[in-house]
Structures are given as C-alpha cells and as structure tokens.
C-alpha cells in the first residue's frame, strides 16, 4: 500500500485527453514538489515531469503537471499508442523518497 | 551523455547475500546525491535507498533498514548497494539512479540505469 495514492488504471481514445491524481498528505505532496515517471512496457522509469509542472528538455508540452494541496496531476493531451504505459508520481517526505502505486494507461 | 550502468544481479538463496555496482559516466558523480529504486515482478516502483555526495547521510526503506547499505566510491564513480539476509520479498529489478536536487526544489530522479534483475529463491 503506497503513501501516495494514484487509480490503478485510466484510458482513453487517441487524440483525447486524460488526467492521472496522486494524492497524498501534508507531510509529503503538501510541503514538497511532485514529479511524474513515465514507464513504457519492458523499460526503465523515465522523467516526465519534475518540480509539480516543469518538463525536461525533450519532453512535449502534451505533458502537464499540476499540485493543489495535498494532491498533483499530470495531464497528457492529444494521446497516442505510444503513450501506453505506466506512469508514477514521486514526491519527498522528511528525507525519504515516495512513488504512487502507478498507473496503468491504455490507449483505445 | 549520462549512463547509469548496473550490475550484480542474480539468483540468491533466502538468507543469502548480494553486492550491486552501478558504474555512472557523463556526469560529475562526486556532485550528486544517488539512489537505488527496486520493482518486483509486475509491481509498482519503490525506492530503496538515497546516499549523499559524500556519504555522510543514508537513507533507507523501512523494510531494507538493517539489512541493505548503500555506499559509493567517488574515485570510481561508482554506486553500490549491499544486501544481506535476503528474503523472497526482495525479489525485483534494481534500478540505480541519479537524484537531482535544485535549490529550492525537491529531488526527483532524472537519470536511470536499465537495471539489474535479483532474484532470492531456494
């Protein structure tokens, strides 16, 4: 059972758009930044997102990521069957990492 | 280029014991915080444990405390992960990675290796 809580699973067709919550406490995502993991099928995590809504270089602006609280989420526009995969937020709480349980996106 | 390169890995009986070494180039390894980050078959990740630059400060899971150390040598650029009193729940991918932390913000992992397969098992 992870701190940081996020839906199993989550789809939608090509070309839509689709949002994945992690929520968590005041300890964790409520007093420090949230980054979101990208992990494609048989591959390592990949950074997505870091410091609540800033992308790497590379990364397109389809990703977004926001916080609210004790709660972040990370948006992807226009889908792609490339996007199928899972995806984790992280966050930091009193010296400690901490991932989300994952979630799986299937692309219809 | 950053490359985060693992090894180490393999089939360990309970109770047994397992070095990991994760080689890092393309970057200035001495600068850097890192971690190792481990996913069982088929589950989600779960960070393992942190190390500083210098290695003055660890930190641990709770469920490897006691059990697993981390440690690095900056001459070789080099990470490592010892694990002792291995249990069948320890079973999974070891992922060695590079811990950004900017001022202001809070860390987050930017760089990955493609990591190393243990397996405990009688």
Same mark, same amino acid.
Request: net charge neutral; charged share 15%.
């Given at each position: ?108 | ?33 890192? %971690?190792?980050?481990? #996913? ?5 990740? &779960?960070?393992? +444990? ?6 003055? =400060? ?19 650029? %080099?990470?490592?992960? #010892? ?5 069948? &729940?320890?079973? +999974? ?6 811990? =950004? ?19 405990? %098992?009688?």
């Amino acid at each position: 059972q992870s701190v940081l809580t996020q839906p199993p699973s989550v789809s939608a067709a090509p070309g839509q758009k689709v949002t994945i919550s992690c929520s968590g406490s005041s300890s964790n995502i409520g007093n420090n930044y949230v980054s979101w993991y990208q992990q494609l099928p048989g591959t390592a995590p990949k950074l997505l997102i870091y410091d609540n809504n800033k992308r790497p270089s590379g990364i397109p602006d389809r990703f977004s990521g926001s916080k609210s609280g004790t709660s972040a989420t990370l948006g992807i526009t226009g889908l792609q069957t490339g996007d199928e995969a899972d995806y984790y937020c992280g966050t930091w709480d009193s010296s400690l990492s901490l991932f989300g349980g994952g979630t799986k996106l299937t692309v219809l | 280029e950053v490359q985060l390169v693992e090894s180490g890995g393999g089939l360990v009986q309970p109770g047994g014991s397992l070095r990991l070494s994760c080689a890092a180039s393309g970057f200035t390894f001495s600068s850097y915080w890192m %971690s190792w980050v481990r #996913q069982a078959p088929g589950k989600g990740l &779960e960070w393992v +444990a942190n190390i500083k630059q210098d290695g003055s =400060e660890k930190y641990y899971v709770d469920s490897v405390k006691g059990r697993f150390t981390i440690s690095r040598d900056n001459a070789k650029n %080099s990470l490592y992960l #010892q694990m002792n009193s291995l249990r069948a &729940e320890d079973t +999974a991918v070891y992922y060695c990675a590079h811990l =950004e932390w900017l001022l202001f913000g809070s860390p987050y992992f930017d760089y990955w290796g493609q990591g190393t397969l243990v397996t405990v %098992s009688s």
